[in-house]
């Protein structure tokens, strides 16, 4: 039976993507050595790093406009502590929207460095909507925001304006639809959302922004010894920057952004319309700030949870229970994720409405 997979993270990626990796597990490039043996300095893995970080910058429209693209170890959750040590001066200050569970990790190691201002929090609402009409202080030395909450279900349709440097945790909706990526000058994600398996992580930095703390930056948190050394300060993660690579690869043959987003809206509306169709379901996220990538919903009357449960098991589908936080469920439908798993979804919730 074909699996549809709503996993959350890590999660669904590209047929093609598995195929190629598997290959090069065996042999890669041709070389009759496996990717997972071979230097990280070999002529063979430094051209995938090389294509790699180029590929993402394209994809982004950010080549040659000052940024660079690096693939980093340690998870979303390093970049937590490496923004405040790169862009956050002695007794500097940064301001931070609080919009769920990776925000509130982000500034919790920002308040280790200096002030750390939250303009608006939806804490209150259990992070059920994005916050509107705050305002950022001019003298903060960096705004930083999550574009995507996967736990909550809601996204970033907007960004503010705002004279001082931007930082944005994408991990969850990065290379999903289209964005002026220039408006940010630092973009981080884990790759296992859009981009690959866990293991690596993508810093997309404009060098303009560092060197600018006036604090002692330990040598593997420091952006610019990164830069320096060309993504490879030490052994990188072989294996998921190579699978990131292909799954980059795989996007600009589909069309690029622009071709995914439309994919990923047409999957988004069929879903939420669905939702708001049957009278069995709800979902938990303001409408206005739904997430195209993360579909939060509960069943209304929680009695008919277990034959809901069987119904959409038995059509194949996988991963689709909310975070302990929410409850109900979660259709996380990232990139990979093909318009015709959404249908069964569809069909399944059509199905217990008739049973009912």
Known sequence: MKKHNYSAGP??????????????ILNFDGIDLSLLEISHRSKEFVAVMEEARALVLELLGLE?????????????????????????????????????????GAIKEAKHFGETIIVA??????????PKNYTIPADANYFHCTSNNTIFGTQMKSFPQTNIPVVCDMSSDIFSRSLDFSKFDLIYAGAQKNMGPAGTTLVVVKEEILGKTNR????????????????????????????????????KKLGGIPAIEKINEAKANLLYTEIDRNPLFSGTAAKEDRSNMNAT???????????????????????????????????????????????????????????I
Request: charged share 15%.
């Open 11 to 24: 999660c669904i990626l590209p047929q093609e993507v598995f195929e190629k990796s598997a290959q090069a």
């Open 64 to 104: 040659g406009k000052g940024y660079q693209a690096l693939f980093l170890h340690g998870g979303a959750s390093l970049e937590f502590l490496m923004v405040p040590y790169n862009l956050m001066a002695a007794n500097g200050k940064a301001a931070y929207l609080d919009t769920g569970t990776w925000a509130s």
């Open 121 to 130: 929090s939806s804490k209150p609402e259990n992070y059920n909507h994005i």
């Open 216 to 251: 002692y930056i330990p040598s593997m948190l420091d952006y610019q010894q990164h830069i320096d050394k060309e993504s490879m300060y030490n052994t990188p993660p072989v294996f998921p920057i190579y699978a990131s690579l292909l799954t980059l690869q795989w996007l």
């Open 297 to 355: 919903f509960v069943l209304n009357n929680e009695s008919h949870t277990e034959t809901f449960d069987k119904l959409w098991k038995a059509a194949g589908i996988s991963g689709l229970t909310g975070h302990r936080s929410v409850g109900g469920y979660r259709a996380s439908m990232y990139n990979a994720l093909p318009l015709e798993s959404v249908q069964v979804l569809v069909d399944v919730m059509k199905d217990l409405e008739n049973k």
